[in-house]
């Protein structure tokens, strides 16, 4: 049986790469049968990584069946991952994110949980002296996963591990981190051909906080202002989103990766109150400032109150 190998839905370039890699690993490494699988388009980042290393896009599933044999990346969380994931056969699951819940096993499965700002750097620990075996292409792959997930070491998320690793990997490739960091940058932040709702989506997380729901959005970019040009669509296409995806309200940050700072956007009085109780800063209109805000995992979910 084939081994698919997935990350969360709303694909980024840490969950994308980082089932590709593990799948290389596997079958190269391991000599089991694996596939990596996306469970959703990857995002525009993801996509030139993809690209960049002329890597074909894997297949994009909608499910998974009972007792079909998966390894989880990037994630723990089940609100991210195939409805019936607990009729899966999960063997292995490879994160760097906080213990959720809710995921069930048949029985003991080999679990990696790594306070590391990157899937991919976890993965590097795991293969020990094998890492000598990746091409170049699962080492630009893994150099973009890191850069995508520090935001070039910006994030506060950003280890010792995570950094020195990526120095190695682009020195073996014979690459200019800020150089090709500001490449990935800008593919992020072309967004012009996506919807409102398509943004919302793009790079967001479920969350329950205080027995209310919310859907926590991040875009990250090197030009905010593209995205904050439509702030009236967003806002008015967030109730939408919100209802569709069956939670109580989404939340919007755009971070600026050069200017290290978010901006929420703050479509009623339920935001305005989770701003002020999460980050201790006053609403005054529809959007919020957020100097030093970069992490979702770190600066973000770990505050949110209601």
């Known amino acids: 049986m084939t081994i698919q190998v997935f990350g969360h839905k709303s694909p980024d370039t840490d969950s994308t790469g980082s089932a590709i890699i593990w799948a290389w690993y596997l079958n190269e490494v391991r000599g089991q049968d694996a596939e990596a699988v996306l469970l959703g388009e990857p995002n525009t980042e993801a996509a030139f990584v993809l690209n960049r290393w002329d890597l074909p896009k894997p297949a994009i599933i909608d499910g998974v069946n009972a007792g079909d044999q998966v390894v989880i990346v990037d994630t723990n969380n089940p609100a991210e991952l195939p409805e019936g994931i607990n009729d899966a056969d999960i063997v292995q699951i490879i994160d760097h994110h906080k213990l959720t819940g809710g995921l069930e096993t048949a029985g003991p499965i080999d679990i990696t949980i ?90 967001s997380k479920q969350y329950e906080v205080g027995g209310r729901s919310f859907r926590v959005s991040v875009l990250e970019t090197t030009a905010p202002k593209i995205v904050l040009d439509r702030k009236d669509s967003l806002l008015a296409a967030m109730p939408a989103v919100a209802s569709e995806d069956g939670v109580d309200q989404v939340l919007l940050f755009i971070v600026d990766i050069l200017n290290e700072e978010a901006t929420l956007l703050v479509p009623n009085d339920l935001v305005m109150t989770v701003a002020e109780k999460s980050f201790g800063v006053p609403v005054r209109g529809d959007t919020v400032v957020l100097p030093g805000v970069m992490s979702r995992k770190k600066q973000i979910i770990p505050f949110l109150k209601v």
């Open 114 to 203: 790594k306070p590391l700002a990157c899937t991919a750097t976890i993965m590097h620990n795991l293969m020990g002296p094998n890492e000598s075996q990746m091409p170049d292409w699962v080492k630009g792959t893994m150099l973009s996963c890191i850069l995508s997930d520090t935001l070039e070491f910006r994030s506060p998320t950003t280890t010792h591990q995570d950094r020195e690793l990526a120095e190695q990997l682009a020195s073996d490739l014979g690459l200019s981190i800020p150089d090709y960091a500001a490449e990935m940058f800008a593919a992020k932040s072309d967004v012009s051909a996506f919807s409102d709702a398509e943004l919302i989506r793009m790079d």
